[in-house]
């Protein structure tokens, strides 16, 4: 059991991407720490098993690239849970694996529509949420190619840079306010996601990290959920590192 068994009780987490990695980790971890959690994603077959596997989990299917139904599945937790305090944008894509002037534009769009355009649509629509009770934790899952740029991974490392960007900007605007916001910047770490890239490229991020080693998923998991809690309470519009020792800045 964690040492933090009742850091989340009364908390209620909505949680994209909550099908697998680190989104389910996260709510796993919330809901064992005494939180209520909804998980969003797209994989119906993923949703479900992390359903199974977390007591009193509530999950729908939405993609976060559609701001309708991003917008109808917000009213629908807020409406069900009665509130929504935590908010983990962790679902992306990383797009296919080619230089930019051979990148296909309708998959550049389609990078860009779930890694940055969902986690607009996400916050947009959640935040007003949280303003009505003057509390919330958003956690915005970026990447390290946001801050140093990814060979054959153009359309990824631009919407992970402007998740920062955006992620700064909107925990200015809510610096007055009971709402923080933040984002993490991972290096490679083991995860689904990882299926989607071919091998070179994986042995090729996994080389720029000092450590000479992927991370696991419960260290992502560890310090997203630190940024999801109470405790997290004069931090805002930062980003946070854990690469492994990758980045510099």
Known sequence: MSVYSGRFA?????????????????AARIAREGGRVCLWDWDERALSAAEQAIPGAQIAKVNVADGEQVAQAAERAFGALGRIDILIASAGITGPTATLWEYPPQEWRRVIDVDLH?????????VPYMLKND???????????????????????????????????????????????NAVT???????????????QIDYMRAKIPMGRLGEVEEVTALVCWLASEECSFST??????SGGRTTY
């Open 186 to 200: 991972p290096a490679t770490f083991k995860s689904p996601i990882l299926a989607q890239l071919p091998q070179s």
């Open 237 to 242: 519009a930062a980003t946070f590192d854990i």
């Open 118 to 126: 969902g986690i607009f649509n996400t916050c947009r629509s959640i």
């Open 10 to 26: 009364q908390r209620v987490a909505v949680v994209t991407g909550g099908g697998s990695g680190v989104g389910r980790e996260a």
């Open 135 to 181: 509390y919330g934790r958003i956690v915005n899952i970026a990447s390290v190619a946001g801050k140093e740029g990814n060979p054959n991974a153009s359309a990824y490392s631009a919407a992970k840079a402007a998740v920062i960007g955006l992620t700064k900007s909107l925990g200015k605007e809510l610096a007055q306010t009971g709402v923080r916001a």
